[in-house]
């Protein structure tokens, strides 16, 4: 049986994303993480607390395949609601058709601005004055699904890519597990 409430975290790289869905987990619970990346640094902060982590490299395999091994894991764990979080990979049509409505991501920029990378110097080449973080359905269509929730920040004048990174990600850790938390009890 699948249970909205029951969450896998699928991450690429560093989970910071990740580590806060974890620590702040309220009215959901994240049961498994995945990840197309063994070296991904997150895994081994999950390893650490006790929470099963699968992780395959989808560069040795179809896409078909690497998905229907995530699929099997999922089934499992009874997940009902996948979080993606820095995960670089872009699940296929057929996925997210059969997650329809089961998936959510979160995007570091106020969506439907800056689908896609390199949103922070994108913002601050546009000369925005407010950026943020955005959590969305996913879709077969990249970035592109339903907004469920957004968190703004101020754009400085002296900030870089990497200053308002930061700020954006600081919101991303405080939006993602209540925008989550509301998501699966809705
Ligand atoms: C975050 O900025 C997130 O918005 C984007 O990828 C980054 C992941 O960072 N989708 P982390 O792995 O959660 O630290």
Known sequence: MRDGRRVAVLISGRG???RALIEQANGYEVVMVASNNPEAAGLAWARDRSIP??????????KVDWEAELESQLDRHSVGTIAL?????ILSPEFTARWSGRIVNIHPSLLP??????T????IEAKDVVSGCSVHLVTAELDAGDVIAQA???VLADDTADSLEQ???DAEHRLYPRALAEFVGR
Not at 85 to 89: L, Q
Not at 113 to 118: F, I, P, V
Request: hydrophobic share 40%; proline share 3%; charged share 30%.
């Open 120 to 123: 922070h110097r994108r913002a």
């Open 16 to 18: 910071s994303n990740m």
């Open 167 to 169: 700020r954006v990600l």
């Open 113 to 118: 601005k800056y689908r896609g990378l390199d």
């Open 85 to 89: 979080a820095g995960f670089m990979r």
């Open 152 to 154: 703004e920040v101020p």
């Open 53 to 62: 982590v699968w992780s395959k490299d989808s560069r040795a395999m179809s």
